[in-house]
């Protein structure tokens, strides 16, 4: 299984981006795919995670009402549209997918078996 991030940029704050994530190998609606981030010094953190099979989704407070997650079957792909952008946002955004998942570990990114390259997202004030 491979997973392409892409979207990432440098916005002003207030801005918005798309993230996408493309998932190729295995079969994409068994899997949930979730989007962590990482800023420089800091412990990589969960944002957004969706299973595929039933579109529940999942958001940490950081995000939840500014952010959303969302697939499209026929691209295999997941995107997180991310609006009203704030400076504490900046950081490496990575996608990550696993089959086997249970709702009390979408947030835990060791779980996740299948990851991204990452893509920088940098928000300035």
């Known amino acids: 299984v491979q997973l392409q991030a892409s979207g990432g940029g440098l916005v002003r704050a207030g801005d918005s981006l798309r993230l996408s994530c493309a998932v190729s190998?295995?079969?994409?609606?068994?899997?949930?795919v979730g989007w962590f981030r990482q800023a420089p010094g800091k412990e990589r953190e969960f944002v957004a995670a969706?299973?595929?099979?039933?579109?529940?989704?999942y958001y940490s407070d950081h995000v939840k009402g500014r952010f959303t997650i969302s697939r499209d079957n026929a691209k295999n792909a997941v995107y997180l549209q991310m609006n009203s952008l704030k400076p504490e946002d900046t950081a490496v955004y990575y996608c990550?997918?696993?089959?086997?998942?249970?709702?009390?570990?979408?947030?835990?990114?060791?779980?996740?078996?299948?990851w991204g390259q990452g893509t920088q997202v940098t928000v300035s004030s």
């Open positions: 969706i299973r595929v099979s039933s579109s529940h989704t």
């Open positions: 990550a997918a696993d089959s086997t998942i249970i709702v009390s570990s979408y947030y835990t990114a060791s779980v996740y078996h299948y």
């Open positions: 190998g295995g079969t994409f609606r068994r899997y949930v």
